[in-house]
T-cell receptor
Framework: AQTVTQSQPEMSVQEAETVTLSCTYD???????LFWYKQPPSRQMILVIR??????QNATENRFSVNFQKAAKSFSLKISDSQLGDAAMYFC??????????????FGKGTHLIIQP | GAVVSQHPSWVICKSGTSVKIECRSL??????MFWYRQFPKQSLMLMAT?????????EQGVEKDKFLINHASLTLSTLTVTSAHPEDSSFYIC??????????FGSGTRLTVV
């Protein structure tokens, strides 16, 4: 079974600075997807970024980028120029490519990100 | 696009009663819907996967007789918590697959059993 580990229960960063959230995972699959989701106090799950394991290039979305190390099974999220609106719980998630969309996500325990003004 | 509407957003019920939570896909057809449970300050745990027109698949440890899932149409999936007890109090979230292997989530239902 696959597992997702987020070893940082809480992180704090000054506004406008850069912060990196860690995520490692364990799977026997060779093809899969990795996600970072943001859950603000409203508890609505918001997709931040997605990475396909077969792509070597790291995904980027504006101020958000990932460092995907497939051999190390590591998938960290870097947030540049942190903004107050970035404050939220961040969850790393995994799903195998096999299954054709019939698989739910396996989530890590989450990292609570605090932005200091 | 690809919005899932989840209702109610919160519900309080008495112990022993049943509660139904609905998730509707508003602008697309959701052949597969996922139901998650989230305890306070914890992660989302997949409870079950529902496919339109067939029986739901439950994760290990989830009581299928307590958490009844119905996915009778391509736009509606329901989760009924039967004979609810205080330990069933939690935040329940539905999710549907969308194009390009993405997911869209409902806004969640906070269930409190008293």
């Amino acid at each position: 079974a696959q597992t997702v580990t987020q070893s940082q229960p809480e992180m704090s960063v000054q506004e406008a600075e850069t912060v990196t959230l860690s995520c490692t995972y364990d799977t026997s699959e060779s093809d899969y997807y990795l996600f970072w989701y943001k859950q603000p106090p409203s508890r609505q799950m918001i997709l931040v970024i997605r990475q396909e394991a077969y792509k070597q290039q790291n995904a980027t979305e504006n101020r958000f980028s990932v460092n995907f190390q497939k051999a190390a099974k590591s998938f960290s999220l870097k947030i540049s120029d942190s903004q107050l609106g970035d404050a939220a719980m961040y969850f790393c998630a995994y799903r195998p490519l096999s299954g054709g969309g019939a698989d739910g996500l396996t989530f890590g325990k989450g990292t609570h990100l605090i932005i200091q003004p | 696009g690809a919005v899932v509407s989840q209702h109610p957003s919160w519900v309080i019920c008495k112990s022993g009663t049943s509660v139904k939570i609905e998730c509707r896909s508003l602008d697309f057809q959701a052949t597969t819907m996922f139901w998650y449970r989230q305890f306070p300050k914890q992660s989302l745990m997949l409870m079950a996967t529902s496919n339109e027109g067939s029986k739901a698949t439950y994760e290990q440890g989830v009581e299928k007789d307590k958490f009844l899932i119905n996915h009778a149409s391509l736009t509606l999936s329901t989760l009924t918590v039967t004979s609810a007890h205080p330990e069933d109090s939690s935040f329940y979230i539905c999710s549907a697959t969308i194009a390009n292997y993405g997911y869209t989530f409902g806004s969640g239902t906070r269930l409190t059993v008293v």
